[in-house]
Each structure stands twice: as C-alpha cells, then as structure tokens.
C-alpha cells in the first residue's frame, strides 16, 4: 500500500531546462507536503513545502504546485543546475495526535542535470 | 548543520549478532525518529520518539527496539540481525510540526 508515489524513478534534463518532478498520493488525509533532495552519503536535507490549503509554494528557482482533486504534486527546478543532481523525495504528512510528525515518503526520482 | 549525528557511520556484522546504532541530537527536540532507506522503497519509518520514554511504531517496525533514557540521545536496536536488515538507517528530529531534519545515516550491512 504505497500512500505516496513517484512514479519516475529518474530524470535527466539539460542545464538551464526547466525539471519537474512528479509525485502522487492516495490519501485524502494528507496535509502537508514536502520536497528532500539527497546527494550519495548524505542525509536527506529539506528543500520546500506547501500545506493543503495553498496550491503553489515557491523558494528561489524551486517552486512546488499541489493538485489537491487530482492528489497529485509537482516540483519544478528553473533554471535547473548540475549541482541540482541529486535523489529527490517527496513525502506527506497528516495532522493528528496519532500522526504526529510522521511522513510517508515517495521512492525517490534521482534528478541528472547535464552541463 | 540540523545538530544530528549517528554512529557508527558504517557497520559490518554477522547474522544473529546484536547491534545498536546511536543518534544524537544538540537541539533538545521533543521528537526522534528512526527510518531504513532502501532502493524503491524510499524512507520507512522504523520506529520514534515523542518524549524521554516515550516511543512508538512504525510501518516497519519488526525486528527493531528503540529507547530513549535521555532527550538527546535515541538508540535503534537490532537484537538479533537478518540479512534483510542490511540497508541505510536515518535518524531526524523535528523542530515544528511537519518538518524533519536528518542526520548523515549509517550504513549497516549484515553478512
């Protein structure tokens, strides 16, 4: 019972092009939703975020969009940098006691920006 | 620099021996956690921690004991190793309600 999903496992793009990442969920309960990049021997480091109640969060060159009807969710890279090679994760989160803090992540899509 | 460290980095051990992996935090954060990262699986939460002696389960909980004596310091054990535990553990605090911050992970392979 995979909650969060994505569904590229990786992505190469040019550098300067714009990179969307792509991420699905099935449960209406999330809300609260967030990007981790990680680079090889490295913890994941938090990059962006956006609750339930906006559709689009935007942080420099990285902007994420929320498609709550669809329970989809995007990450968009521009312009993209090779230094921006890296896993991404995006993971979800329900408010409750129970839930508190736990995230449910997304298998990753490794992101290759070539020079 | 979240003030997360984990240790051992790196561990070899044998089938049915042992093993505790440490984490520590210089934040004071009411919440821990423990996740495995393996290849299409992404991050599975382990076990955490809402309080010195307090903790719960994960989605991936079996095989895998936490204690937590001290706010800062939060130990996963493995009591008796498999094979199938061989992969890369995390630890993260929380410092607001949905946002986690990770530590460098330790990297245990059972032979």
């Known amino acids: 019972d995979q909650q969060v999903k994505q569904n590229s496992p990786s992505l190469s793009v040019q550098e300067g092009r714009i990179s969307i990442l792509n991420c699905d969920y099935t449960?209406?309960?999330?809300?609260?939703f967030l990007w981790y990049k990680k680079y090889p021997a490295e913890g994941p480091t938090f990059l962006i975020s956006?609750?339930?109640?906006?559709d689009k969060n935007e942080d420099g060159r990285f902007t994420v969009f929320l498609n709550k009807s669809a329970k989809h969710l995007s990450l968009h890279i521009v312009p993209s940098q090779p230094g921006d090679s890296a896993v991404y994760f995006c993971?979800?989160?329900?408010?409750?006691?129970?839930?508190?803090?736990?995230?449910?992540f997304g298998q990753g899509t490794t992101l290759q920006v070539k020079p | 620099d979240a003030g997360i460290t984990q240790s051992p980095r790196h561990k070899v051990t044998e089938t049915g021996t042992p093993v505790t992996l440490r984490c520590h935090q210089t934040?004071?954060?009411?919440?821990m956690y423990w996740y495995r990262q393996d290849p299409g699986h992404g991050l599975r939460l382990i076990h955490y921690?809402?309080?010195?002696?307090?903790?719960d389960k994960g989605e991936v909980s079996d095989g895998y004991s936490v204690s937590r004596s001290k706010t800062e310091d939060f130990l996963l054990t493995l009591e008796s190793a498999t094979s199938s535990q061989t992969s890369v553990y995390f630890c993260?605090?929380?410092?607001?309600?949905?946002?986690?911050?990770f530590g460098p992970g330790t990297r245990l392979t059972v032979t």
């Open positions: 449960n209406s309960m999330f809300d609260y």
């Open positions: 993260a605090i929380a410092p607001s309600d949905y946002e986690q911050y």
């Open positions: 993971a979800a989160s329900a408010r409750g006691s129970s839930n508190t803090g736990k995230l449910i």
């Open positions: 934040e004071n954060h009411r919440y």
């Open positions: 956006i609750s339930s109640i906006k």
């Open positions: 921690s809402y309080g010195v002696k307090d903790t």
